[in-house]
Structure formats: C-alpha cells, structure tokens
C-alpha cells in the first residue's frame, strides 16, 4: 500500500469519525465550529518535519488556542468521541501511524516495536487478570472507572461523589500495587520500548540530552 491509497483511506474514515462525532455529540456547545477548527489545525500542520514533532504539536496547540478552544474542549469532544465512535479512531490512528512509518527511514523497526508493544500489553493484562482479579473484579472495576470518568468534565462534585461511593481510589491503588508487584517484567518492557520508540521519533530528543551532558561536563 502507498502514500496515496493510505491517505484516500484517512480522508475516508475521517469522514465517517467526523458524521459519528457530530451525531453522538450533538450535545457539545459549538460542536461543528469547534471540530472544524480542530480538522484546520490538523490539515496546516499534518506535513511538518518529522525530526521535529514536539514543535509540530506546539504548533497545533496554538492554533486551537487562536480558535478559542480550550484544553476542557478538546477534552470533551475527546471523551465523547472516544465513549462513541472509538473503533472510527482506532482504524484513523492505525491507518496514520502506518503512513508515517513508510515515510519515516526506520519506519520498519517503528512497526516492530509497537507489534511488541501490543503483544506485551495483551500479555500485562492476562498477568493483571490472573494474578490480580482476586483483589476486585476487574471488569466491574472497569465498568465503575468508565462511569465516573464521564462525570469528570461533567459536574465535579457529583465525579467526586461517584469515586466515593465505590472506592474507586483504594481499588485502583490495591490492583495497581500488585500488577507492579507480579507483573512487572511487562511493565518494564513496555518502558523500553516505548522510550525506544520515542528516540526514533525524536531524534532531537536524543542529541539534546548528549549536549547537555557535555555542557555539564
């Protein structure tokens, strides 16, 4: 698949991420004004530099700053759109990151590792669910999670008030502590490749840290 056919197929999912957004979210204030926007941003700044990503996100920020589009913005249509259409995101994200592999010089070794970053997630989770789901029932903790979450952008007081009334605090530390404990190699598997990943990235990244440490010197 190249450069070309890829990006037919972002534009068209985009289009469908956009029509589910726009009718399950409905209930955001300026909702189209907003997306628009936010699309804008995106298309002034989706050709910039690779070795300069950070700068490229900085970019963007602003541009939704000068729209008027505050972070609790781009939160809630995040938060609805994720709950609504997260399938329609996911196919947008694959889709992005393998157009930006093929342009990118180690764009294969990029794609090893997020294989083997989705095979040490799957392999954390079945960790977490067989040495950890004695401490609470991992999907109902899960279910309880994802209902106070909604609450975050919603209304304060009443998130606070859900997260009270089932612990979620205590239950996430207690289940947290023993993933560390019993599932660590995963966990720090997943550090390595990730930090792998982001120095292929950022290059830049990289080479600050040598000067800096020469600067010290």
């Known amino acids: 698949m190249n450069n070309n056919s890829i990006k037919k197929e972002i534009k068209s999912a985009g289009m ?4 589910c957004a726009i009718k399950k979210c409905s209930h955001i204030r300026d909702l189209k004004k907003k997306a628009k926007h936010m699309a804008y941003c995106q298309k ?16 963007i ?7 008027n589009i505050t972070n609790e913005d781009k939160m809630e249509i995040g938060q609805c759109t994720f709950e609504n259409c997260e399938d329609k995101m996911e196919k947008i994200n694959e889709l992005g990151k ?21 095979k040490t997630k799957q392999e954390k989770e079945n960790c977490k669910k ?8 991992l999907d109902k903790l899960d279910e309880e999670n994802k209902e106070c979450n909604k609450l975050i952008l919603k209304d ?6 859900c997260v ?3 612990q979620i605090y205590d239950k996430n530390t207690k289940v947290n502590q023993c993933v560390k404990k019993k599932c660590g190699k995963f966990l720090k598997q997943s550090e390595k490749l990730i930090d792998r990943k982001s120095k292929l990235l950022n290059p830049m990244q990289k080479a600050g840290k040598k000067l800096t440490k020469k600067h010290r010197k």
């Open 98 to 118: 393998r157009l930006l592999y093929i342009k990118h010089p180690k764009g294969k070794e990029l794609m090893e590792i997020d294989s083997l970053l989705t």
């Open 156 to 161: 304060k007081d009443l998130y606070k008030k």
């Open 16 to 19: 469908e991420l956009e029509k």
């Open 44 to 59: 002034k700044y989706k050709d910039y530099p690779l070795d300069k990503i950070n700068e490229k996100f900085e970019k």
């Open 130 to 137: 067989n040495k950890c789901g004695h401490i609470y029932p």
């Open 61 to 67: 920020d602003k541009c939704h700053k000068e729209g």
């Open 164 to 166: 009270d009334k089932y």
